[in-house]
Nanobody, 128 residues
Framework: QVQLVESGGGLVQAGGSLRLSCAAS????????MGWFRRAPGREREFVAA????????YYAASVKGRFTISRANAKNTVYLQMNSLKSEDTAVYYC?????????????????????WGQGTQVTVSS
């Protein structure tokens, strides 16, 4: 059974930092590209960042580029999202997701439908 478990969320002041982790089990982690999405209150789930199987290619939404960094440790079956310079508009539930797709483009990886497995999410609240 595939499980993706996010952790690291919490309450932080604007301008602060958080590091999210997503631990995967029940799958061959290095065979999946990984992504982070978020859903703010009253809004649809949106793409944040994605990373290729090897970690050599990364993709970001324009709203987080330059502030967030996605990385992965295949030996630990874990993907990370380092979030710096947080803003109130970053407040959301953050989800990690895994995809078998070999279409490594920003457009493809930005689509929710591209992903096969999802975690339950972790809340990030940024106070202004």
């Amino acid at each position: 059974q595939v499980q993706l478990v996010e952790s690291g969320g919490g309450l932080v002041q604007a301008g602060g930092s958080l590091r999210l982790s997503c631990a995967a089990s029940g799958l061959t982690f290095s065979s999946f590209a990984m992504g982070w999405f978020r859903r703010a209150p009253g809004r649809e789930r949106e793409f944040v960042a994605a990373i290729s199987r090897s970690g050599g290619n990364t993709y970001y939404a324009a709203s987080v580029k330059g502030r967030f960094t996605i990385s992965r440790a295949n030996a630990k079956n874990t993907v990370y999202l380092q979030m710096n310079s947080l803003k109130s508009e970053d407040t959301a539930v953050y989800y990690c997701a895994a995809t078998r797709s070999f279409t490594m483009t920003a457009m493809a990886l930005g689509r929710r439908q591209e992903y096969d497995y999802w975690g339950q999410g972790t809340q990030v609240t940024v106070s202004s």
